[in-house]
C-alpha cells in the first residue's frame, strides 16, 4: 500500500513557519505582507478560491487588499487597477483571478503586473525564465511549487527519474513539467490528442495528474512504487452527500494507492498546499522589499 501524503499537516507546519516569520518581520520593521486579490465577476468557484486565499491570509497576519470588480468591467479599468496595486508599497503581492471574462484580454492583463509582485508567477517574463536553464523566476506558480514541495518533503528523489505531467494547462501541467525538467526528471507531457497515454504512464516513476478527468487513471496504468500527485478536483454526483456531490481526483485513488509507493489524496492533498505556497511566495517577495 503506498503512503498517503498528508498535504494538510504539511501545509499546516508550513503555515505556522510563515506566521512565525511574518511575526519577525513585523516586529523587526513594523511592516507586514501584503497581498491583493483581484476578482472579475461572479463565477462560483472563483469566489470560493478567492474566500479561501483571502482568510489564510487574515490567519497568517497578512494583510489582504480586496479589489472586487463587476463582469463588465474594461481592460484599461482593471489595467489601471493593477498599476495602482503596482505603485502601492503596502502590497508586495498581486494575484488577479483567472479565468477573466471572455472580453478581457488575460496576457495583456498579466504581463502588466510588476514582475516584483507577481505572486502567481504567471508575467510571461517568469514563465519565460521558468522554460530556460540556467535562469530562475521570481516566483514559481503555486500549485506545481506545491507539487514539487510534496514530493520533496516526501522524500521523493527527482533527479534522473521518467516523471508524466497529465495536462499542459498555463497554470498547473505545463510549469510543473518546467519545473520536473528543472529538478533535473527526465519529463513527458500528455494531453488530449497523446495516444496511449497509459503506457506512457506506466513507465513513470513520477506522475503529476492535472487533466480535470474524474479518476482517469487508473490503478493498472501506475508502475508499482511510482509516486503519483492528483491536482485534479473534480465534483461527481453523489446523492449520499448533503451537497449531492463530492470531490475525486484525477486518479482513481482506491485503485491506485494499493500500487503507487507515494500518493495524495483528493481532498487533502494538494488543494490545502496551493494556498500556502502563495502564502509563501507573498512573504518571499516582502521580505526581498522590506528586508
Ligand atoms: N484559477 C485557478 N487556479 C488559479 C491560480 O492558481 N491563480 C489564479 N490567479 N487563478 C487561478
Redesign the pocket.
Known sequence: MATVIDGKAVAQTIRSEIADEVRQLSQKYGKVPGLAVVIVGNRKD?QS?VGMKRKACAELGIKSFDVDLPEQVSQAELIKQVHQLNANPDVHGI?????LPKHINEEEVLTEISLEKDV?G?HPLNIGKLAMKGRDPLFL???PKACIELLQRSGVSIKGKKAVVVGRSN??GLPASLLLLKADATVTIIHSHTSQPESIIREADIVIAAAGQPMMIKGSWIKPGAAVIDVGTNAVDDPTKKSGYRLVGDVDFGEASKVAGWITPVPGGVGPM?VTM?LKNTLDGAKRYIE
Open positions: 472563483s478560491y494575484l488577479v483571478q483567472l479565468p502567481d504567471f506558480p503555486c500549485t497554470i498547473v496551493t502563495l
